[in-house]
C-alpha cells in the first residue's frame, strides 16, 4: 500500500479497511470493494478481499 514493496504493519492496517467477505462476481461485475485502493490487497484478483486474501497478506507480512 505504501509503494516499498513490502508488507508491514501500516499496510496490514490499510488492508484490514477493505475486507468484503467472499463474493462470487459475475463476469464483466465490478469488485466488491468500493476504493481502487484495495484491488491491491485482492492477490487473488477475484474482486474481493476475503480470508483467502487475508491469508496470503499474512504470508508476505514483513512484520517491519
Known amino acids: 500500500f505504501d509503494g516499498d514493496t513490502s ?3 501500516a499496510d496490514f492496517a490499510r488492508a484490514a479497511d477493505c475486507i ?5 462476481a ?3 461485475e465490478a469488485p ?3 476504493d481502487p485502493c ?3 490487497a485482492d492477490p ?3 474482486g474481493d478481499m476475503d ?3 487475508v ?9 517491519q
Open 26 to 28: 459475475q463476469s464483466g
Open 44 to 46: 487473488d484478483a477475484d
Open 20 to 24: 468484503t467477505g467472499p463474493y462470487v
Open 38 to 40: 484495495c484491488a491491491i
Open 51 to 53: 480470508l483467502r486474501d
Open 32 to 34: 466488491s470493494y468500493v
Open 7 to 9: 508488507l508491514e504493519l
Open 55 to 63: 491469508a496470503a497478506l499474512q504470508r508476505a507480512f514483513g512484520g
